[in-house]
């Protein structure tokens, strides 16, 4: 089964640390994407990458292709930024062109 | 924010009732899909469109079905709503494949 592992499954931190989520997956993929829920409410896409790097504000989004492996960094984390993030993956060949997700990293930013 | 809209957001209904919730996108993407989103299990795929009237199925399709037949509109079927489909159903647009999604408000549906 193609799986996508995310760790923690839980964070709290203080207001102004360094965060970062990790994010395993099993076979190979096409794209990999990172996503915000805040509490009720929607989802909304933060990055797509396929390789490398990408940085947006405090966000940056980092892949290894080789090891199967993303992480997502916030710097100067800040309350507004409590909300779960989401890993999810398109797979390479096969049918489905949809994602395929984590089970998400709630974090809470204590001010 | 992209154009994309759910109808309806909430709604009640019983077990063996059918059930339409209906995705709207003003984008013009090709891509449409359709996902619940439960507690424990995240989110996963039920349907996807690839062009009007080209759909395929996800993760978890069975007792579902879908229909597109403009650009705009992708529609979700409980043929006969069941306990277990007690979710909440999110749509999401892309304009290629892969490519970002954009994600619609979400409609929560509640089978009693």
């Known amino acids: 089964k193609n799986e996508v592992e995310q760790s923690p499954q839980n964070l709290t931190a203080q207001e102004g640390e360094f965060i970062t989520i990790n994010c395993s997956y099993s076979?190979?993929?096409?794209?990999l994407h990172w996503l915000q829920q805040h509490p009720g409410g929607g989802i909304v896409s933060l990055f797509m990458?396929?390789?490398g790097k990408k940085k947006h504000g405090r966000l940056i989004a980092t892949i290894n292709i080789q090891e199967k492996h993303s992480s997502l960094h916030i710097t100067a984390s800040h309350p507004r930024d409590s909300a779960v993030y989401i890993c999810?993956?398109?797979?390479?060949?096969?049918?489905?062109?949809?994602?395929?997700f984590g089970k998400g990293t709630h974090l809470i930013i204590q001010p | 924010d992209a154009g994309i809209t759910q109808s309806p957001r909430h709604k009640v209904t019983e077990t063996g009732t059918p059930v339409t919730l209906r995705c709207h996108q003003t984008e013009n993407h090709r891509y449409m899909y359709w996902y619940r989103q439960d507690p424990g299990h995240g989110l996963r795929l039920i349907h996807y469109?690839?062009?009007?009237?080209?759909?395929d199925k996800g993760e978890v399709s069975d007792g579902y079905s879908v229909s597109r037949s403009k650009t705009e509109d992708f529609l979700l079927t409980l043929e006969s709503a069941t306990s277990s489909q007690t979710s909440v159903y999110f749509c999401?647009?892309?304009?290629?494949?892969?490519?970002?999604?954009?994600f619609g408000p979400g409609t929560r549906l509640t089978v009693l």
């Open positions: 990458l396929s390789s």
């Open positions: 999810a993956v398109t797979y390479s060949g096969g049918g489905a062109d949809g994602l395929t």
């Open positions: 469109s690839y062009g009007v009237k080209d759909t």
């Open positions: 076979v190979g993929i096409s794209a």
């Open positions: 999401a647009i892309s304009e290629g494949a892969p490519d970002t999604q954009y």
